[in-house]
C-alpha cells in the first residue's frame, strides 16, 4: 500500500536519537533551546517555544493572548478539529469563515463580509486562527490588513506549512501576525514523533507560552514575587501545563530540520509531475497554489466536480484496493457532532461543505517515486473518466 503520507527518518536522525539517550538529559536538557533558536532562525523569528504537540502550542497561543470567556475566536471550517478546539479549552466560543474552494484556505472576501457584520452586531472575534491549507500560506496580506482594522490578533495555524514561503517571507517569521503554530506529527513536514512549536517576535508572548508550557513555574528572579529562599526555590505566578517538548524529540527534530528544504523540494517535485498529468483531463482539478505561495505541499489534493457521496466513496475505496491510500482532507468542523451539539449546522459554510464533497488527498512524501507517481495517476484517471463517462 502507498501511505499518503510518509515520515523520512535516516541514519543521522537515528544517531542524534540514541545519542540523546545516552546523554545526561531525557527530558529538559539543551537539545530543546539548541531546535527552538535553529527553527527560529530558519523562520526568522526571534522566539520558539518547543511543545509536545501543535495542539499544545495552539492552547497556549491562544491563553497567551488572554483567550477566555467572553471572548470569540474564529477559524477555518477546512481543518484538523484542533484549530477549532483550542478556543474551547480557554472557555471562548468559535466560529467559522468559509473558505475559498479553489485553495481550500480561508476565504478573505467572506472573512471581509463576516467581520462587518460582526463589527455592526458588537460581535467582534479577539482572534482568529488561519489554517495554511496542504501547505499553502493563506492571503496574510489582507487578514493582517483587517486585523489592523478590526483589532483582532492572529495565530496561524501553520501545522502544514513548516518550509513554506509567502511573498519571500518564511512561514513561521510572524510578519503578518502574533503566533504561528507548527506541528511535527510523522505525517507532517518534519517530525519529532509527537511535538510542536510557537513562534512569536513579541517578548512578551514568548514569556508567557514559555510559563504555560510548564506548570506555571519558574526560578527567574525576574518573574518570582520573593527573593529566592535559596538554591532550591522556585515560584508558580500562573496556572500552567505539562506541555513541554523532551530532549529526544528535539534532538530528532534538529536532525530532521537540516533535511526540511530538501523535503519541500522534493514534494514540490511530487505535485508538478501530478499536475502534469491531470493538466489535460477535464474533471480532476488540482488545487490552486497562488503565485505569492510557495507550498510546503503536507497534502496533495484533487477536485472531481459533481460527484456523489457514494462515488466519492467508492472511488476512495478502489484506489485503496489497488494499493494507493487515498484520503479525504478535511471534514468541515462544523459539521461533526460535537460542532452540531453547539448548534452549528450543515447549510452554514456551503464552499467548505462542498469542498468536502469533491475532494480527494492523493499519497504524498518526499521518496514517492516517478513511477508511483504515474501509476497512481493512470490509475484515478481511468476511474475518473469511466465514472464521468
Ligand atoms: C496536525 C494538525 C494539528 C494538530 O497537530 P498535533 O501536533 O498532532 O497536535 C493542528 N492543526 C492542523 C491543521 C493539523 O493538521
Given at each position: 500500500m502507498i501511505p499518503y503520507g510518509r515520515q523520512n527518518i535516516d541514519d543521522a536522525d537515528i544517531d542524534a536519537v540514541v545519542k540523546t539517550l545516552t546523554s545526561d538529559w531525557l527530558t529538559q536538557g539543551p537539545r530543546v533551546p539548541a531546535f527552538e533558536s535553529a527553527l527560529a532562525?530558519?523562520?526568522d523569528a526571534k522566539f520558539g517555544i518547543a511543545v509536545n504537540s501543535a495542539t499544545s502550542a495552539l492552547h497556549i497561543a491562544c491563553l497567551a493572548l488572554d483567550v477566555g470567556a467572553g471572548d470569540i475566536v474564529w477559524t477555518s471550517p477546512n481543518s484538523f478539529v484542533a484549530s477549532a478546539n483550542c478556543a474551547l479549552y480557554c472557555g471562548a466560543s468559535i466560529d467559522f469563515v468559509d473558505i475559498d474552494i479553489n485553495?481550500?484556505?480561508?476565504?478573505?472576501?467572506?472573512l471581509t463580509i463576516k467581520l462587518a457584520e460582526a463589527d455592526k452586531k458588537n460581535c467582534l472575534p479577539k482572534v482568529i486562527i488561519p489554517v495554511h491549507f496542504a501547505g499553502q500560506p493563506c492571503d496574510m496580506v489582507q487578514i493582517a490588513k483587517l486585523a489592523e482594522q478590526y483589532q483582532f490578533k492572529i495565530i496561524e495555524d501553520a501545522s502544514h506549512a513548516v518550509g513554506a514561503k509567502y511573498l519571500g517571507s518564511t512561514v513561521g517569521s510572524c510578519q503578518y501576525s502574533d503566533i504561528c503554530v507548527f506541528s511535527f506529527h510523522p505525517v507532517k513536514i518534519i517530525t519529532t514523533m509527537e511535538g510542536g512549536m510557537a513562534m512569536t517576535n513579541q517578548q512578551a508572548l514568548a514569556d508567557k507560552m514559555r510559563l504555560l508550557r510548564s506548570h506555571g513555574v519558574s526560578n527567574d528572579p525576574s518573574v518570582m514575587r520573593s527573593k529566592a529562599h535559596g538554591p532550591w526555590y522556585y515560584e508558580?505566578?500562573?496556572?500552567?501545563?505539562?506541555?513541554?517538548?523532551?530532549?529526544?524529540?528535539?534532538?530528532?527534530?534538529?536532525?530532521?530540520?537540516?533535511?526540511?528544504?530538501?523535503?519541500?523540494?522534493?514534494?514540490?517535485?511530487?505535485?508538478?509531475?501530478?499536475?502534469?498529468?491531470?493538466?489535460?483531463?477535464?474533471?480532476?482539478?488540482?488545487l490552486v497554489v497562488d503565485d505569492a505561495a510557495y507550498s510546503s505541499f503536507h497534502?496533495?489534493?484533487?477536485?472531481?466536480?459533481?460527484?456523489?457521496?457514494?462515488?466519492?466513496?467508492?472511488?476512495?475505496?478502489?484506489?485503496r484496493d489497488k494499493g494507493i491510500f487515498a484520503h479525504l482532507h478535511y471534514i468541515p468542523i462544523h459539521i461533526q457532532?460535537?460542532?452540531?451539539?453547539?448548534?452549528?449546522?450543515?447549510?452554514?459554510?456551503p464552499n467548505a461543505e462542498r469542498y468536502y464533497c469533491e475532494a480527494l488527498t492523493l499519497p504524498i512524501f518526499p521518496n514517492l517515486?516517478?513511477?508511483?507517481?504515474d501509476f497512481i495517476a493512470d490509475t484515478l484517471i481511468l476511474l475518473v473518466n469511466s465514472l464521468k463517462r
Open positions: 532562525s530558519y523562520c485553495t481550500g484556505n480561508m476565504c478573505v472576501d467572506a508558580q505566578v500562573g496556572l500552567g501545563f505539562n506541555y513541554r517538548m523532551n530532549d529526544i524529540e528535539a534532538a530528532l527534530g534538529s536532525s530532521q530540520l537540516t533535511k526540511l528544504d530538501d523535503f519541500i523540494a522534493k514534494r514540490n517535485a511530487v505535485a508538478v509531475r501530478y499536475s502534469e498529468r491531470f493538466a489535460e483531463n477535464e474533471w480532476i482539478t488540482p497534502l496533495y489534493i484533487v477536485r472531481i466536480p459533481e460527484l456523489t457521496q457514494q462515488q466519492q466513496s467508492k472511488l476512495i475505496e478502489t484506489l457532532p460535537y460542532y452540531a451539539d453547539l448548534g452549528f449546522k450543515a447549510g452554514d459554510l517515486t516517478t513511477s508511483q507517481i
